[in-house]
């Protein structure tokens, strides 16, 4: 890992400061922002959709980052096996036996 020193404000540095942990996903946020900022035209729909886009996957990245979730994965075979039809029951509707256990109100 390599030191980075840097000159801010002081009211930047002090925001800086409560996220010291995250600093090197901020950063890496950081730099995915301006690179797609600076490689999309800023009044294309290319650049409104990569806008609407970069706050979710935004979000998504530094969940995936902190560890506190793991992307989603979708194997077709396992898709295929988790697709089943619904189950036909006869008799009355589940609702209706509720509301039948519960009496007057």
Do not use: C, F
């Not at 690179?35 to 935004?58: C, F, G, I, K, M």
């Not at 989603?72 to 008799?91: A, F, K, S």
């Amino acid at each position: 890992m390599t030191t980075v020193t840097l000159e801010l404000p002081e009211q930047l540095a002090a925001e800086v400061k409560k996220h010291e942990a995250e600093m090197p996903q901020v950063i890496e946020w950081g730099l995915e922002r301006l690179q797609t900022t600076q490689t999309v035209p800023p009044n294309s729909r290319d650049a409104q959709r990569t806008h609407a886009l970069t706050e979710r996957e935004r979000t998504i990245q530094i969940l995936v980052a902190s560890g506190l979730v793991t992307p989603p994965t979708y194997d077709p075979e396992v898709m295929q096996r988790h697709n089943h039809p619904p189950i036909e029951i006869g008799g009355k509707p589940l609702s209706e036996i509720i509301i039948e256990d519960r009496g007057p109100l």
